[in-house]
């Protein structure tokens, strides 16, 4: 309850961050009535103030009756939802419609057949197929068949199909028409190759992403090779797909919101720890900021600093930044004046005053070397790194070549979500001058 914010209060909106996650209302009471998720919380929750008008009977009732509102961060909108879903089942909210009732867990079916067709299936049961799961929501399991048969088609009718016999029908159904299917039924597709994407679905599901994704880079190498240069860019765009939809899926971190704080504040601080190992300094008290520059051709130029304290990301610490150089364009300048003002006032502020363990300034070599320049002339020996936007690369002072960590590593996904939060912190700001100067003209 001392986290929650009060929806009347004037700096209400401010407090909510520019993070995937799930929300919850609460009445006067604090019980919560409402549970929703969002890619990003503040823009979604902000949506029921700003669009009161367009709100369905029963929302706007919710809303009246909502006196506060708490949120838990996740690192990405799946587990947003599956995290939504646990907790309307736990609390059964008011306003909640759907998920409210204690269905069974969700599995994903692929039956024992000749051509197996890939379903959502509510019950396991001894029937020779194999079953993937259980995952809390079936709406996950529809997402992410949904965003796997486009890469990789299978059926899911009820027909009978084997190698070899035909099958008595009108004609092909519409998913073939959309590349949903690939036509077992009319013979298109022998059962050899039919299988090939079965069994890549087969191991996405069993956990071998990677090894999913590393057969697919040999196969386009291979089409590459052979100056198949159509089918390779297929694969190529299947790589990508295949990496956007595997956002750490997880279906085990359990179903109370305390126990899901605690896992991932261990985690965040696990990644923490294994990124100061990568690059070489110590852990002390594991706070980090994180800086980032926003302008339009160097007019209304503003930078920001977000905070990640014991683990979690900390707005009360976060602090924006008016920029007073020539209004060029001119990042390296701006994130100068940025880091000589955050640590030329550690005694004026309650942010300023904690010391970070790390500093990070989203920009390569150059945005580095003009905040080590600020940190030199203050005479203060803090550890800094450069996130460059560019394969995403970290650049260090003692290292002439970036470091490239694997994208999906913890330390790697923490960083790129605490660069992230520092750009929309920043982009909002700039975006709130210029509209106040549009309005003032």
């Known amino acids: 309850m001392k986290n929650d914010l009060d929806i009347n209060s004037a700096d209400f909106s401010k407090n909510i961050p520019f993070l995937p996650g799930c929300y919850m209302f609460k009445d006067e009471k604090h019980n919560i009535i409402y549970i929703g998720k969002a890619k990003i919380l503040r823009k979604r929750?902000?949506?029921y103030f700003l669009n009161s008008k367009d709100l369905r009977v029963k929302t706007k009732k919710m809303i009246q009756a909502a006196k506060f509102l708490s949120f838990i961060i996740t690192d990405n909108?799946?587990?947003?939802?599956?995290?939504?879903?646990?907790l309307i089942k736990k609390y059964q909210p008011k306003y909640n419609f759907m998920l409210k009732d204690d269905k069974k867990y969700a599995w994903v079916k692929i039956t024992n057949e000749d051509f197996p067709k890939i379903i959502r299936v509510r019950e396991r049961i001894e029937d020779g197929s194999l079953y993937y799961g259980p995952y809390p929501s079936g709406r996950t399991i529809i997402e992410l068949l949904s965003n796997l048969r486009k890469l990789f088609p299978y059926r899911t009718c009820n027909l009978k199909i084997f190698e070899g016999q035909t099958v008595l029908k009108s004609r092909l159904?519409?998913?073939y028409h959309i590349n949903l299917c690939n036509g077992p039924c009319d013979s298109l597709i022998?059962?050899?190759?039919?299988?090939?994407?079965?069994?890549i679905i087969k191991k996405y599901l069993s956990g071998e992403k990677l090894k999913v994704i590393k057969n697919l880079k040999t196969q386009m190498i291979k089409e590459s090779n052979k100056q198949n240069f159509e089918k390779a860019q297929i694969i190529k765009t299947q790589i990508d797909q295949i990496e956007y939809i595997s956002q750490n899926i997880k279906v085990d971190f359990g179903d109370d919101e305390e126990i899901f704080k605690k896992n991932k504040k261990i985690e965040n601080i696990q990644a923490i720890k294994e990124l100061f190992s990568i690059i070489g300094i110590e852990y002390k008290n594991g706070r980090i900021e994180c800086f980032d520059i926003s302008n339009i051709q160097g007019k209304f130029p503003v930078s920001s600093m977000v905070v990640l304290r014991e683990g979690d990301m900390d707005n009360s610490h976060y602090r924006k930044f008016k920029i007073r150089s020539e209004d060029t364009p001119n990042d390296p300048l701006m994130m100068y004046e940025t880091i000589k003002r955050r640590f030329s006032h550690t005694k004026t502020d309650k942010s300023f005053g904690e010391i970070p363990n790390?500093?990070?300034?989203?920009?390569?070599?150059t945005q580095l070397n003009s905040a080590i320049k600020a940190l030199n002339e203050l005479q203060l020996n803090i550890p800094i790194i450069g996130l460059a936007k560019k394969k995403e690369a970290i650049f260090t002072p003692s290292k002439s070549e970036p470091i490239l960590i694997n994208y999906r590593e913890k330390s790697h996904l923490l960083i790129r979500?605490?660069?992230?939060?520092?750009?929309r912190f920043a982009i909002t700001f700039h975006k709130q001058l210029r509209s106040k100067n549009f309005i003032q003209k």
């Open 45 to 47: 929750v902000l949506q």
């Open 77 to 86: 909108e799946v587990e947003a939802l599956i995290l939504e879903s646990n």
């Open 173 to 175: 159904c519409i998913y």
């Open 190 to 199: 022998s059962k050899k190759e039919y299988m090939k994407n079965i069994n």
């Open 358 to 365: 790390l500093v990070i300034v989203d920009g390569g070599r």
């Open 417 to 423: 979500r605490i660069r992230d939060e520092a750009h």
